[in-house]
């Protein structure tokens, strides 16, 4: 139970499916030759054996996303099941998935910030100056949102400090004359802020039934959003009121 709870906690708080997690979950106990029964909702797993009455609870919240760890847990499970590895090797990979970190450098996301700004502007049939602004202003504003994460926890002020700053840039850009069109720049900027995998796995949740941990998701994804917004709306307000 210990195992299966632990398994559930880590995929739910990395981002996966409430079905995915309870389908695993009851894999494992099944290749255990236990008649586990997994109940997940958006803040606890319950496992429950049949055969004893037994059920625990582990408390879960609302954690990032980190699919490389659902992927591995997955393995893993599928690995057990099969018979490739036995009990005591799947809880000595599982502690390892738990307590490894796994991220991408710094220089790294930067990058990947600026290249995912810039892709909406091609869409936008954007000039190139225009272009490389939506580079440099993305990178601008996920540094800001990323810093401000590190030192506070407080929930979606971080995404509403990236679209502050966005919008600020965007506006002082055309302001300035270096830029031609600060709402098509503001849109692209924003695309590392998204809450894309949310939104994705809230309708997910929703098509297969799991309509209470889908629309937790969605709300979760529209307050994201919401606080971008209210950040692009507060940014933009500061540059016309002292321009």
């Known amino acids: 139970m210990n195992t299966c709870g632990k398994v559930g906690v880590i995929m ?7 079905s995915r997690v309870e389908q695993t979950v009851e894999f494992i106990g099944k290749a255990s ?6 109940y997940v909702t958006m803040t606890a797993v319950f496992i429950s054996i049949n055969d004893l009455g037994n059920t625990m609870m582990f408390k879960s919240r609302l954690g990032g996303f980190n699919l490389q760890k659902v992927d591995e847990l997955n393995q893993l499970s599928r ?15 599982i502690a390892q998935v738990d307590n490894q970190v796994i991220d991408f450098s710094l220089p790294l996301k930067i990058f990947g910030a600026g290249l995912v700004s810039v892709a909406p502007m091609l869409v936008f049939k954007a000039t190139w100056g225009d272009l490389a602004l939506s580079f440099f202003i993305g990178i601008f504003g996920y540094l800001a949102a990323y810093f401000i994460g590190l030192k506070h926890n407080l929930p979606y002020i971080k995404e ?20 031609h069109d600060s709402g098509q720049m503001i849109v692209s900027s924003l695309m590392p802020l998204v809450p894309g995998v949310a939104i994705t796995n809230s309708l997910r949740e929703i098509m297969a039934g799991e309509i209470i941990s889908g629309l937790v998701r969605a709300v979760d994804a529209i307050l994201v959003a919401v606080a971008i917004g209210s950040g692009v709306i507060i940014g933009a307000s500061l540059v016309y009121l002292v321009r």
């Open 12 to 18: 739910l708080t990395s981002g996966a499916e409430t």
């Open 33 to 38: 030759g236990v008649n586990v029964t997994c």
């Open 79 to 93: 690995q057990y099941t099969e018979g490739q590895i036995n009990y005591e090797e799947l809880k000595l990979q």
């Open 160 to 179: 509403a400090t990236g679209g502050i700053t966005i919008a600020i840039l965007a506006n002082l850009a055309v302001l300035l004359g270096l830029g």
